[in-house]
């Protein structure tokens, strides 16, 4: 069934589909954002689920000039306890962020002390040009977050990093432990997150550990 591409159910699997493969495919260089919907259609599978077909267009947090097209699909199953599954393929190339990778990368290996930082962006918004890298990778891994939790009922997104600690290391991995603000937005909830992540330029992101927080720990 072809839903217009402004449709709520469009929208929302469109959003996730993006979340995942920004999980996928970003970095501290690199952060993928939805910037339009060009085509859906949803599919009834019987006692499976329901699948979208859907047409993408991405841009690039850092350079909103930078777009993608890709097409994705999404099948949510029955039963909310799965995660969806999101296959997608990207027509073109991405902006590389091999030279901003690694130059964050080696910034943050040669402080002397863990790096530490809060409430990102601030209440006006802003993000100081430094912490542009930890911003974007929490946006990536909650990528990872968003796609593990979301049902056709959900539309999540990053609101805010409350707090952000790095992890000391003995290998080439670094390390953050971030407390997050999601933005629940069919409920207007906004959800504390606990997320571990790991990143190596030639390796990627990945969210080792992740948890749900009480109400009160986003105050």
Partial sequence: MELPPGHYLATRAAALAAACLCYRRGSPGRGLALRAVRRASRQDIDGVGQKYHLELVLEDLLDK??????????LYHLGNNIPPDVQFTIEGE??????????????????????????????????????????????????????????????????????????????????FDYTILLHEMVSQEIIPWQMTVLWHPQHGVQVTQDSRQPEHASE
């Fill in 65 to 74: 000039d930078s777009t993608v097209n890709c097409t994705a699909e999404v």
């Fill in 94 to 175: 991405l902006k590389n962020a091999e030279e901003a990778d690694n130059i964050f990368y080696n910034r943050i290996k040669s402080l002397e002390k863990e790096l530490v930082a809060e409430n990102i962006p601030d209440s006006h918004g802003n993000v100081s040009p430094e912490m542009e890298p930890v911003h974007l990778l929490a946006w990536v891994a909650s990528g990872y977050v968003i796609w593990q939790n979301s049902t056709e009922n959900t539309k999540f997104q990053l609101a805010q990093i409350k707090h952000v600690k790095q992890v000391k290391r003995s290998d080439e991995y670094l390390e």
